[in-house]
């Protein structure tokens, strides 16, 4: 990763004076903050080397949602933090559906906010760690490289976001045995567990979808209830 | 109420087309029975038919009859017809031109047009008369004057069929399939367009905003037609009212919530920049923010809880499948501030409703618990199936392990924005309760707190079982 982008934030916010005040405040923490007044400046920006994206979810025009389905169409990988309205479970599964990273019900405290950024770039940058050691698992029909980022299942190039890629790179590493769901979480989000905190189980449920469109029915992910979640080894154990 | 309702589905004159087609059914038929004995009591032309041969030699068998008596006896034999008359089952009459009876008793008044009727005719013609069958007329010559012969027969009697009473029965028939198929035309006219606004404003009731009689409805020109307008009418200014409730719902939940995100950050600032000694009541300011969100949020939730519950989305709900979700959630929580949350499960047990409200109001009473409960000690939540009034409930318990409240405020607890135990700092909005009453209330339970006897506040949340509810049935027998 670039040196240019270290702590090198956009915010894509309608709200201009919540813009200024996040950048005097982040500035405090050690990030520089760029702004994005609406969508489809945030769009532009976003092709620039981030560390990470700050993105509202109510802006006129053009809504967070769309704004993230044109980030992430464009192959742009970059981790996504959603700010959605406090209590609306809708617009949470719906932007880590579309390939959000993690999100942050508004309104939000500046700790919290200070500690989503730095989880999420954390984990991005312990993925930097890793990326020489490029491992490379092949397992029941799913391959995936590190080191190119991809995934196959039945030789079919498929999409993931680094997220949910890192959901299963995690599971994949296990296989075979259950990985708990906080374990899960500090693996892919950089944090643990909070309550009531569905993010993962929306990550897995994707991954699930995306894999099912190519292996059909044959599950490579198994829910184990109230503890979390499996990656079947092979045939014989299904 | 159940019993009116079962008395309506067994009877149909509980129903508007019951009624409409019993009433003009039974006054069609009885003014078809008034007219039949009017008309019958007042002269009409009567219906003449031909005999039969056996009929005509029974008549031509009687004239011979007098014939021969008038040929024994002579004028005697007349009063010898009248003895005869008495005693045999054909009457036989002997009249002259004018009608006048020749020395038998006269027959009744009444049947004299009909008798005029027959004289009238060239060849022997059958008329009836109340049960009377009367044939004639055979011409006979007594002593070179001109004489009619007239019979009279009873209905029953075998030789004289009763030609026009069959034809009036058959009529009859008619009439009364023809003016019960007309009366069930009438009244299905009538109860149709009914039954459309009955389903319309179920509809509607159940948050189907969009629900609109139609056009068939609409497009008519009489009453219901104008009904049908105000109705759509009326379901288009609902509409209208509550989607502009909802905007402004998401207008205030935004336009509010910036403010306090700015603030938010302002105090992140403010803190940086700050000496220590400013620090402390920052954190005051950034703590009453926080309430301040909360009870917002809490007060949106409560809107959106109202309207959601206005189109209530009923279905089976696993409850222990619910509330062991909602018990490892809870406990994790719990354990931050050294308290545990057990749920004993019981049977199975499943309840009708929403399980995102359910869910929502069963977590408020336990989180209310948590918050109440002393450190190191748990939280219990556990289920019973019950019978109450012949209705299968389930019985979901919430117990803590706190101080309880005071008995006569246990019903207020409930009351938003009350607070048994005055404690600012705790982050309840006070509203966690009532939240949860609306939703079990709006689910057809019932919820209520005690304290137990060895310390602690209880909830006590009764629901429906799903199956004594049969599913989403909304009258069903025990709601």
Redesign the interface.
Known sequence: MPTQSKNRLLLIDD?K??GQ??Q??LE?EGFRLDLAPNGATGIQKADKQYELILLDV?MPDMNGFEVLKHIRQSGNKTPILMLT???D?MDRVLGLELGADDYLP??????E??ARIRALIRRSHIDADDAPKHIQLDLNSVHLDTATHTVKVNDVLLEFTTTEFRVLQALMQEAGSVVDKNALNIAALGRP?E??DRSIDMHVSNLRKKIAQVAGDDPKIRTIR?VGYLFVTGASDS | MKLRRLLASATPWHTLFGKIFLWFWLSSLLIMAITNVVVKSVNKPFQLTEPTDIQVTTLVSHAHRVLDLYDLYGEDAFAELAHLNERERIQVYLVDENLTVIGTPRPPRAVFPLLAGLLNQEQPMIGTWQREIWMGPASIELSGHPFHILIRGIAEDADLPMASSYSESVIFAIALILSGLLSGILAWSFSRPLKQFRLASQKLANGNLSTRVGQSLTNRLDEFGSLGRDFDHMADRLQNLVSAQQRLLGNV??EL??P???I??????AI??AGPEAENILMRI?RET?KL?VMI?QV??LS?LENQMQDLQKKRVDLNQLL??LA???H??AQASHKQVVFTPSGNNWVCGES?LLHSAIENVVRNGIRFTEENTSVDISTRALTFEGCKKVEIVVRDHGPGAPEDMLERLFEPFYRAVDNTSDGGAGLGLSIARQVVTRHGGFISARNHLSGGLEVVIQLLDCEATGGSDADAPCQ
């Open positions: 709200d004076s919540l005040l996040l005097e405040y405090i109510m309205a406090k209590g479970e508004k309104p939000y405290s500046h700790r906010l200070v567990i309550l009531y109230g | 939940s935004h919530r910036s306090i995100t700015r938010q950050v302002a105090l992140g600032i940086q920049k950034e926080i969100e949020a949106l939730r959106r062991e979700q490892d959630d809870a994790f929580e995102t």
